[in-house]
């Protein structure tokens, strides 16, 4: 891997760094506010609903550009997002225009990887942006459950800062001034030379083209399968950040600030399996991980046995490692097949359409479930259920779609002898 790579790879460190701080000082924010429990997951409704809505447009976008123009562009709205928080607007909608920047970013930040480096590295670099990008999650998660301890709050509330006099607005800049460093990075981001398609004005015509290239997807063999896998995991991955916070609250006694602990656990067992995958998982054996998938689902069930921290931190390393070692490969294989078939930017596209729909559906109904008073152990069983449920068809339809390839194959062999 070269310089260009390495710079990629630090932009998209500070930018998620920034995301996941972002969170829990929203969190916080809305605690504060004594806010309905439920508008907690519905951060990340309001995060993701840019990822769908805009899904036909932020595809081509990201390939009518350079891909470094397009994540300096998608950090300014960040930035602006975060902006706005610190001026007083609601978290739910300030967290909203983070997400619209995010959706124009992510399309670039994976697309990059295909235009850059050859097919035969993407593994490796997938098993480096997905290890990267948890490593992000770890110290986000608790640089942003530092920022609102009283402590911390009290201290910035001290220094001279302009709009730092209230307990969030502070910490809100230092988030702020992470998106700045992400920003910097982009500028350096080096053109990949991949020449770029026009952004048509005709919204109708985006539209049309986007639904073509989602049906193209679903219908390859194994596109459909790592569309299908990454498309759970991550509304799984969600849904999962929300119910440790409670889990942790109602089975262990912890506070906010301590429960973003155990989300880094979970971020350090997903870059333990994505390092594990990236070494012993080609791209032509990615589609053997599926069983991971079924596992972690059966190991989240276990969680509702669990009043001990340190069997708390053991088991959620399970999970994550699980998690991260069949994500990296379905990732990879999925990014593969989207460049073969449609280019990188639009097979990205169709990807956080169907990735970040299944987080709207699976964090709203979430909750709901809280709203509607279930316990978080139930919440729990249900949860583990359906991701091991769900991945067990998956694999169903892949061993299906095997046998007609085989049989196509045994037919196209018969008629030439």
């Known amino acids: 891997m070269n310089r260009g790579f390495y710079i990629i790879m630090a932009a998209q460190f500070f930018s998620a760094l920034a995301d996941n701080a972002l969170l829990i000082a929203s969190i916080g924010l809305l605690r504060d506010m004594q806010a309905p429990q439920e508008y907690e997951p519905l951060?990340?409704?309001?995060?993701?609903?840019?990822?769908?809505?805009?899904?036909?447009?932020?595809?081509?976008?990201?390939?009518?550009?350079?891909?470094?123009?397009?994540?300096?562009?998608?950090?300014?709205?960040?930035?602006g997002g975060c902006a706005m928080m610190v001026l007083g607007a609601h978290p739910l909608f300030a967290y909203a225009v983070v997400g619209l920047g995010a959706a124009a970013y992510s399309p670039a930040k994976y697309g990059i990887l295909t235009e850059y480096l050859p097919h035969r590295l993407l593994v490796v670099a997938n098993g480096w942006i997905e290890g990267?990008?948890?490593?992000?999650?770890?110290?986000?998660?608790?640089?942003?459950?530092?920022?609102?301890?009283?402590?911390?709050?009290?201290?910035?509330?001290?220094?001279?800062?302009?709009?730092?006099?209230?307990?969030?607005?502070?910490?809100?800049?230092?988030?702020?001034?992470?998106?700045?460093?992400?920003?910097?990075?982009?500028?350096?981001?080096?053109d990949t030379g991949v020449d770029h398609k026009a952004l048509k004005k005709n919204p109708m015509y985006l539209l049309h083209d986007f639904n073509h290239c989602l049906k193209l997807l679903w219908r390859d063999k194994l596109g459909q399968i790592s569309l299908a896998v990454t498309t759970l995991f991550w509304g799984a991955g969600a849904t999962l950040q929300f119910i440790v916070y409670k889990w942790a609250e109602h089975a262990l006694g912890m506070d906010l600030s301590s429960a973003t602990m155990l989300q880094g656990v979970?971020?350090?067992g997903v870059a333990v399996g994505a390092v594990l995958a990236a070494r012993f998982v080609t791209l032509r054996k990615s589609v053997r991980v599926i069983p991971m998938g079924i596992g972690m689902g059966l190991m989240v069930l276990v969680m509702t046995l669990v009043t001990n921290e340190t069997i708390a931190i053991v088991l959620l390393i399970l999970i994550g490692g699980l998690a991260g070692f069949f994500v990296v490969p379905m990732n990879?294989?999925?990014?593969?097949?989207?460049?073969?078939?449609?280019g990188a930017g639009h097979s990205i596209a169709v990807q956080n359409f169907n990735e970040n729909l299944s987080i709207l559906v699976m964090t709203g109904v979430y909750a709901l479930l809280i709203m509607w008073g279930v316990s978080i152990n139930t919440v729990i069983i249900l949860f583990g259920l359906f991701i091991a449920g769900t991945m067990y068809l998956v694999q169903k339809a892949h061993h299906a779609n095997q046998r007609i390839s085989d049989d196509v194959a045994h037919l196209d062999d018969s008629t030439t002898h």
């Open 43 to 79: 951060l990340k409704l309001f995060f993701t609903v840019s990822y769908v809505a805009l899904a036909a447009f932020v595809g081509a976008f990201a390939d009518s550009m350079p891909k470094w123009r397009v994540m300096l562009v998608a950090n300014t709205i960040k930035i």
């Open 266 to 268: 979970v971020a350090i």
């Open 132 to 190: 990267l990008t948890v490593g992000a999650i770890i110290l986000g998660t608790v640089i942003g459950g530092a920022l609102i301890r009283d402590d911390v709050s009290l201290f910035l509330q001290s220094l001279p800062l302009p709009f730092g006099n209230g307990p969030f607005q502070a910490a809100l800049m230092i988030v702020g001034v992470i998106y700045l460093i992400a920003a910097i990075f982009n500028l350096f981001i080096p």
């Open 332 to 342: 990879a294989l999925l990014q593969h097949r989207g460049h073969i078939l449609m």
